[in-house]
Nanobody
Framework: QVQLVESGGDLVQPGGSLRLSCAAS????????MGWYRQAPGKQRELLAH???????TYVDSVKGRFTISGDNAKSTMSLQMNSLKPEDTAVYYC??????????????WGQGTQVTVSS
């Protein structure tokens, strides 16, 4: 089992910045993908960015240039730096981890989520 704990969600004004963190613990395999998702009220959960164990990073177009994902393998942590926040970024943000083995997903894990509200 893997445990993921997010932190850093807050109320922030439009144009502001926020940094989310995710602490991972438990049975993390040597091959994995960690990612940030969000879910706004009435909408489906969407992928924002992910980082692989080898450091490869992928962003979805909607957050490119505004959000930056980073990871620290030694500390089993992942962060999401969010800049130029907009009201439409308001959502619950989730940390996700996929354990991989032989190219196949061996486990999918989610954190409890952290609320980000962008409003004046």
């Amino acid at each position: 089992q893997v445990q993921l704990v997010e932190s850093g969600g807050d109320l922030v004004q439009p144009g502001g910045s926020l940094r989310l963190s995710c602490a991972a613990s438990g049975s993390i395999l040597s091959s994995y993908i960690m990612g940030w998702y969000r879910q706004a009220p009435g909408k489906q959960r969407e992928l924002l960015a992910h980082i692989r164990d080898d450091g490869t990073i992928t962003y979805v177009d909607s957050v490119k240039g505004r959000f930056t994902i980073s990871g620290d393998n030694a500390k089993s942590t992942m962060s999401l730096q969010m800049n130029s926040l907009k009201p439409e970024d308001t959502a619950v943000y989730y940390c996700n981890l996929l354990n991989l083995s032989g190219g196949h997903v061996q486990g999918v894990y989610w954190g409890q989520g952290t609320q980000v509200t962008v409003s004046s």
